[in-house]
């Protein structure tokens, strides 16, 4: 089995029905509000982690437009281009309450189905290049993928990180450990999880 063979297994196990299931038990309301202070909303965590795939497999690891770039941003009705992190209370309550549900469902699934294009086009060898650190800068900085006061975020992902690395980071570890947490959140709301 090749490295891209394993990633795909557990990639389309883990993004297959992740949204649907958490948007399918869940109430807007739920949804969009946090269950607990300290949690953060399905919504938030859904649009972060679609985020963060977004410009870590387009930009960073295949050097093409984000999916945000075909009318996303517009259809989502959030007003930004960054991945969220370093976000305030408010702002994530805020993000939450306007985010338009149906079009993140739609963004979700359109980010996933790129990702599944990219995974089709590498091999395992093609993994090992660095992603040009001066990129992530750029993508990061004039393309607004990170907002101020997050820079940590940039230098963290501009550390001579490889394209393997990128792949199994942003579609896959971090989408893991925010599937978790939305599913916590969904928890504490009383739905159930598979």
């Known amino acids: 089995m090749d490295a891209i063979d ?7 196990n883990l993004h297959g029905g992740l949204i649907d299931d958490l948007l399918g038990k869940l109430s807007e309301a739920q949804v969009r509000g ?22 870590g497999v387009n930009r960073f690891v ?5 999916v945000l770039e075909d009318g996303w941003l517009e259809r989502l009705d959030v007003g930004r281009r960054d991945v969220g992190t370093g976000m305030r209370d408010a702002e994530v309550d805020e993000l939450s309450a306007r985010i338009a549900l149906p079009a993140l469902r739609g963004y979700w699934q359109a980010v996933t189905a790129r990702t599944l294009a990219a995974l089709e086009t590498l091999r395992g060898s093609d993994l090992e290049a660095l992603v040009p650190a001066e990129r992530v800068r750029r993508v990061a900085t004039a393309e607004g993928a990170v907002a101020p006061g997050a820079e940590w975020l940039t230098e963290f992902w501009a550390g001579g990180r490889s394209r393997g690395w990128m792949l ?8 893991y450990g925010h599937s978790f947490e939305a599913r916590v959140a969904a928890g504490l709301w009383g739905a159930r999880s598979p």
């Open 6 to 12: 394993f990633v795909r297994l557990r990639y389309e």
């Open 168 to 175: 199994a980071q942003t579609p896959f570890l971090h989408v």
């Open 62 to 66: 295949l050097d093409q437009p984000q």
């Open 34 to 55: 946090r269950p607990h202070p300290g949690v953060n909303t399905v919504a938030w965590l859904l649009w972060h982690s679609a985020r963060v795939e977004d410009v």
